[in-house]
């Protein structure tokens, strides 16, 4: 049975939202978060302190994009008033590892001995800072935390080794404000 679909969602005091050519844009606090949601048969509107996200006659597939939309939503305006952050540890038991930031490049040196070091590029939106053997990422965007915290324990990725012994790497312990089990 289709049913017509009209969620509204209130934008706390202090952060402005606007919706322009399938872009939702949110502006808070602590930076801003710019989204691409759109979708033919789901419209949205932004009128004064609300978003309105709406379907007529809507489908499972439509009634999912929604609800999917409607997530997006609540994690924007949670990160504009309380950025992401994601902890990752730095472990080395067999050759001291050293991590640096340099410019917008995040190096490992010495992993496992190997003489070239490991890079990769930091995204634009996301801070990343190292606090002794912590890393910390943060960002008012949740996918592009998430997204450098993961490429970050990436790069210690190990490949045809045993990985009971050889167990140095860069592991996440703290995920999007929430320790992970067992994480120390």
């Known amino acids: 049975m289709k049913l017509s679909i009209h969620d509204e969602t209130e934008v706390p005091s202090g952060i402005t939202a606007s919706y322009v050519d399938g ?13 691409r949601l759109q979708d033919p048969k789901i419209s949205f509107k932004v009128s004064g302190n609300k978003i309105v996200i709406s379907c007529e006659k809507a489908t499972k597939r439509e009634k999912r994009m929604a609800n ?8 924007m305006l949670a990160g504009v008033q309380t950025p992401y ?4 540890k730095v472990c080395s ?19 496992l001995g190997e003489k070239s070091p490991r890079t990769i590029k930091l995204k634009k939106g996301v801070t990343v800072k190292i606090e ?18 993961s490429d970050i324990e990436l790069l210690t990725a190990k490949r ?3 990985l009971r012994v050889f167990q140095d790497g ?11 089990t067992g994480a120390q």
């Open 23 to 35: 872009r939702l844009t949110v502006k808070g606090p602590k930076g801003e978060v710019v989204r």
């Open 68 to 75: 999917t939309f409607n997530a997006h939503l609540e994690n």
């Open 85 to 88: 952050k994601y902890v990752l």
């Open 132 to 149: 002794g053997d912590k890393i910390v990422v943060e960002s008012c965007d949740k996918d592009m935390a998430g997204q450098m915290a």
């Open 160 to 162: 045809n080794r045993d």
């Open 93 to 111: 038991g067999h050759f001291p590892m050293n991590v640096s930031i340099s410019g917008e490049q995040f190096i490992v040196k010495n992993f």
């Open 170 to 180: 860069i592991y996440m312990i703290e995920k999007a404000n929430e320790p992970l």
